[in-house]
């Protein structure tokens, strides 16, 4: 599922790879290792809250650094303001699910959510970089579909 950004501020994971879920990532220039995602589209940037919630912001704000780390299973993004690491869980379970493809019972479409939660919580955490050129990538959850 890759990570993608409304025109007003959500932030949203989808399985699509379009415009709205292009992102450049973007080295700050005061700490290593940390960075700022902006979506493309939108010029928006990418933030959290103490609280757990993900949305895009028009101005950079302290919610907005995020440390990248890396590990053998995956990247994980860490808030830099919060300590809390980006993850992208299940919002339903398959018996709360919409349905889609006209009503058809046997398809449905799984919600998910974007937010952050302390190291220990989740398990729904991992990301992968795909880019595309310079500091233009898709940002997608590997662990969300798992």
């Known amino acids: 599922l890759s990570l993608g950004c409304g025109p007003f ?3 949203f994971a989808t399985k699509n790879k379009r415009a709205w879920e292009e992102w450049y990532l973007l080295p700050t220039s005061a700490t290593e290792g940390v960075f700022f ?3 493309v589209k939108h010029k928006r940037f990418l933030t959290s809250t103490k609280n757990g919630q993900v949305s895009t912001v028009k101005d950079i704000d302290e919610g907005s650094l995020w440390q990248l780390d890396c590990h053998l299973e995956g990247l994980y993004f860490y808030s830099e303001a919060h300590g809390t690491k980006l993850v992208c869980t299940k ?6 699910c919409e349905k889609d493809d006209g009503g058809d019972q046997s398809k449905k479409t799984q919600q998910y959510e974007i ?5 220990s919580e989740e398990a729904e955490s991992c990301w992968s970089l795909e880019f595309l050129g310079g500091e233009l990538c898709f940002v997608s959850s590997t662990t969300a579909d798992q």
């Open 9 to 11: 501020g959500g932030a």
């Open 37 to 39: 995602l902006q979506s």
């Open 91 to 96: 919002s339903c379970s398959d018996d709360s």
């Open 115 to 119: 937010r952050t939660a302390r190291a």
